[in-house]
């Protein structure tokens, strides 16, 4: 069996509660067939991972741009998410001719739209993963924090 996992690279978060699912899958199936397609460091997968994971260099989304590690510049983050969807179809068919070659079972999104759009190219199982503190994130594109603090209100005052 061989499990497809699309990490994002915008920061460890993703990808350290990826490899906690990974290390507990391979300590129940050592003969697996774990491939990652990130383009997270290797150093941090290699650092982090308790057997052989095949780390697969890719872009699997575009993460947010930021100015530091508490503001986001939303007109660069539109800008590169642009760039990379704009040519969104030509990258699942890329991927699914890789999940085709891999022979890929089961494909893991964490969040990577991309991950679930080349499974569907595939007769793969698509399953995703992402903390609840990102969620609202769902809600529509890089809303500001003061919008999704007012939404936040509304939602507790239904």
Do not use: C, K
Request: net charge positive; glycine share 8%.
């Amino acid at each position: 069996m061989t499990l497809v996992f699309y990490i994002s690279a915008h920061g460890f978060g993703h990808a350290s509660r990826d490899l906690a699912v990974i290390n507990a899958i391979i300590q129940r199936q050592p003969d697996i067939h774990i491939v990652i397609r990130s383009s997270v460091p290797r150093w941090f997968i290699e650092a982090s991972a308790i057997g052989t994971i095949d780390l697969q260099p890719a872009d699997t989304d575009t993460g947010m741009a930021q100015f530091d590690s508490l503001r986001l510049d939303e007109d660069e983050t539109a800008r590169r998410a642009a760039h990379f969807y704009g040519d969104f179809d030509r990258r699942v068919r890329e991927e699914g001719t890789v999940l085709r070659q891999l022979g890929a079972s089961v494909v893991v999104g964490d969040i990577p739209p991309i991950a679930f759009a080349a499974a569907g190219r595939r007769p793969a199982i698509g399953a995703g993963t992402s903390p609840r503190t990102i969620s609202w994130r769902a809600d529509g594109p890089l809303r500001s924090r003061r919008s999704f603090s007012n939404r936040q209100s509304a939602r507790r005052s239904r």
